[in-house]
């Protein structure tokens, strides 16, 4: 399952001038501490305070897709918290405390609605934390009019005709779109590239970007399918895709029970080559395929206790609070393993607090253009910066850089940590081509 | 019209009251007043296929069709909300009425997994579908609907717009009640071979209910089209249905009233326990089985039983208290 | 369809026919025999399938002991139901299966707070690994579910014609104020039908616990399919059900293997609704008189 690589990976990086910040300061062993223009109380005299800030999580909290919504409310709580310790977020002088409000929308459109009349017109919310989907497509005209800055994770989400919904917590599709490019070096002598993810608006769109870079960055694209989102049974879709002998398969977007079962089925049919995908549950997928197959599998969920980040990091500290807070004992117990969601809307969150205290003010549109204006803003996931208009009409998007890691003895591990800005740049037009004869860029969808 | 000034009385106070709770009430709430009167229709329309004793799992998916109705229509032609709401109950109706033909077949226990087979596969026509449906995104961009130059996107003017939607609603249907029609409905439920016996077309007047009913809930989902925007298949699968039931489990289907009382119980029950938070399905399940096992007739049977603790004791001649109210 | 996928689909077929068969025997037993149908029985198949989730994946339990254990826990969830909603319900056949409907409610809560909603737990593969079959690699896990299902229905069968029991349950399915007469306990059968249906339901949830994503809400994509394979068979016969099983998982893998799931799903109501408009009394049903 190994493949031979020609030369080390940071030497690579090195000379093609991909930002490794963190990977020098991680090998020198320093701390990797999120800066914020927040900052600790250091004034001589502290600032007055200010009315309270409301903020929405608007979330499936039951039913099946509670998993991508109710461990949000973990994260996005420590975060306001230690905001709340200094005071509360800075904004024109004042200290305002931050005060968060949930609503269940059980991932329908409806519901969603009702919760975001009721956070907006009962709980006065200025930022409303979400999943999206269809819950952005159905609150998206009432959050408009109101001006109420919504966090979808989806990237695909963001639209020009919805000035307020911005994007980025999660890092699809650009961890997509980037993957090609790193196996093209890390693995120099593969060639044959297969990609498959399931057929809503978000496996579609993903995969029509990723195809577009991996042939922008001179992969043979073999395969390029979307299954349907119903499927239980993935033998026969794995029979498929096999049958083009590809040397990696990509999973996309794939939901996680599905890459499970993909995996599995790989393992199954005797699949050898290099498995990459957007996020890997290795702890499921290790209960159905020994640990040797998983072995070099890449994907871009990090794992926040990973020696990469350093030790005291912002990473660090994050698990352990949470640990203290919601582990098992704890005083909050939540009674399930720390989860990719428990701090994957804290992105967003932190990003339009920033932009909050750098404007000065809540008002949706200075702190959207703030942002905009901004070379860099701290996230948790480093210095990100708001773009997107080639790729979805408006710079809504919240771009981080981008970690890849590899699989090692069953743990995953940070292998480099990639920007995204320069690289699109020198590829937009070959990529946007291609997701154009697919239709799926905004215009189209 | 109606038997007795008091009902009158009833009916007036009931209009000022709904008239006025705009005006006094948080924005919000005149949300949660506006689903509710959508849920009022919905709940007496589920009442008449049930006068038959077919209790069908299908309703809320006739419901469905007429918001999706509603957004094809609005989304081809362009059509006003006056004409959208109307023409979305008529294609209700319709496929109503197809649904029924190989559910007529079947009675009592085989009616209702027939019923919800049926209904699936109408859902899942929507799921599969990308093209014209929208598939499991389902569909966006359903205007609110304006009239005069008022628009419905606020809550206010589009509560009172539902308010007369509901007004003359509820009015057909208690009309339908009270009606030959709704007394056949009633003698099938009792004992079908007995109205065969006498003449009476049963899967006629079968069919007639369940398409009334279906009638109905698409007045419902067109309203609730208009009002989200947006439809979804989710909004009408069998955890919504089975919401449905409660409201008429809870309320009883006996009276008319029942129903009503019904949801409004439930209605409040619901935003209350939102603290619950995952907890509440569970609530809602044990609800349900309360009231199947122990209060079946619901609570207007509770107030039956009430009513004739308090009021048959009294000798006779002394005022009119057996005769009060309904 | 080239061979290897052919052979698969045929494998998954059986699989998926084994496994509709445990399930739907429990729900048309339960249904010849009180007249009334479990909304909830979808649930047991999830409670077995967490039995085994928990005896094996987190207590280490060896694999068939896991299985083994559902039959009980489920089979008691089933009298637990018969005794408590069935039975106060038993003059009002509706109310009883709506009543199921809220049971579903409460099961998915509770097992949801209990072990957690959201991601999916997996349950590890005991034997992992796969059967090669004229080129189709067919997984360990999957293989077994076949020889289980045989030997299920087998005892079943066995419990039905050759123990006194059984035979009074029939007896009771078939005509229930006769059976009475002949000083059968009515209140006892019910609840041993109960039983059967709660075990098996268990059995088929606990045998495909490795192979499906274990979720609360895995018992939705059960219910209609069980319902729809009993109508077909026709409501109270078991061998009509375990007919309509096989042919479903057929038509149901065969559909999803050209087409996709949704479309399999339709497929099957729409020949439902075929069987009730040309035979109401399904494929093996008895005519009403």
Known sequence: MFLKKTMGRREFFTASSISIAAAATAAAGSSFEVPSLVGSAAAATPEPIGDPIHIGFLAALSGPDAGWGLPGLTGNQIFIDRVNAEGGLLVGGERRPLKMFAFDDEATGSKALQGAKQLVLENDVKFISAIGGNPADATHPFLSKKKVIYASLISTDIMPDRPYLIAGGDVTPRIDMLRPFYHRFVNPDLKRWAVISQDDTIGLTSQAWEVGSALADGWDVVYDVNYAIETTDFAPVVTALLATKPDVVSLNLSYPTFVVQIVEQLYLQGFKGLISANYLDTESILQKVPVEYLEGAVDSFQLFDDPWWGSPSWQHDFITEWMARYGPGAPEDVHREITGIDWDHVITLKVWAEGVTLAGTVDPDAVLETLRAQESIPSILGPSTMVGKEMWGIDNMVSPPIPINEVRGGIKRVQAVVRFEGWFAARKEKIIKVVEEKGQMHYQR | ?326 | MDLPTLIQTIANSVVAGSVYAIIAVGLAMAFGVMKMANFAHGEFFMAGAYVVYVFYALLGWPFPAAVLMAIPIVGAMGVATERFIFRPTRDNVMAGFMATAGLAFILQVLVGQTWGVGLMRSVPTPYMGAMDIFGAKIGWQRVLVLPSAVVMLSALWFFLYRVKAGKALRACAQDPETARLQGIRIGRMTMLAMAISGASAGLAGALMAPIHPVTPYMGHGVILTAFIIVVMGGMESIAGAVLAAVLLGFVHTFVTTLFDAVTAQMVGVAIMALVLIVRPEGLLGRVKA
């Open chain 2, 1 to 326: 019209m109606f038997v007795n000034w008091k009902t009158w009385l009833f009916l007036i106070a009931v209009l000022a009251v709904a008239g006025a709770a705009p005006f006094m009430v948080r924005a919000y709430s005149t949300e949660v007043l506006i689903l509710f009167m959508i849920n009022l229709i919905l709940v007496c329309s589920y009442r008449i296929p049930t006068m038959t004793g077919d209790w069908s799992l299908s309703h809320v998916v006739m419901m469905g069709v007429g918001a999706y109705a509603t957004a094809l229509l609005s989304k081809w032609w362009d059509l006003s909300i006056l004409l959208t709401v109307p023409l979305s109950a008529v294609v209700a109706a319709v496929v109503g009425l197809i649904l029924v033909t190989p559910l007529i077949r079947t009675k009592g226990f085989g009616f209702f997994i027939a019923s919800f087979a049926l209904g699936e596969f109408v859902r899942l026509t929507w799921v599969k579908f990308r093209d014209p449906f929208g598939g499991p995104r389902g569909m966006i961009g359903i205007p609110s609907g304006e009239l005069g130059g008022i628009d419905f996107f606020e809550p206010v003017p589009y509560y009172f717009f539902v308010l007369v939607f509901v007004f003359f609603s509820l009015l057909v249907m208690y009309r339908i009640d009270r009606s030959r029609i709704g007394r056949t409905f009633k003698a099938i439920y009792t004992d079908s071979e007995l109205a065969e016996s006498v003449g009476i077309d049963v899967p006629h007047y079968r069919a007639l209910a369940f398409a009334t009913g279906a009638f109905f809930a698409g007045i419902a989902g067109s309203l609730l089209a208009h009002r989200l925007g947006a439809v979804d298949p989710k909004n009408f699968d069998v955890t919504t249905m089975v919401y449905l039931i409660i409201w008429i489990v809870v309320g009883g289907s006996s009276t008319f009233w029942g129903p009503i009382f019904g949801l409004t119980v439930m209605t409040f029950v619901f935003e209350w326990s939102r603290p619950l938070l995952e907890w509440r399905p569970l609530l809602f399940g044990g609800i349900l089985i309360f009231f199947l096992v122990f209060l079946p007739g619901g609570l207007e049977s509770l107030f039956g039983k009430l009513r004739e603790r308090f009021f048959t004791r009294k000798p006779l001649g002394k005022g009119s208290a057996g005769s009060s109210g309904t």
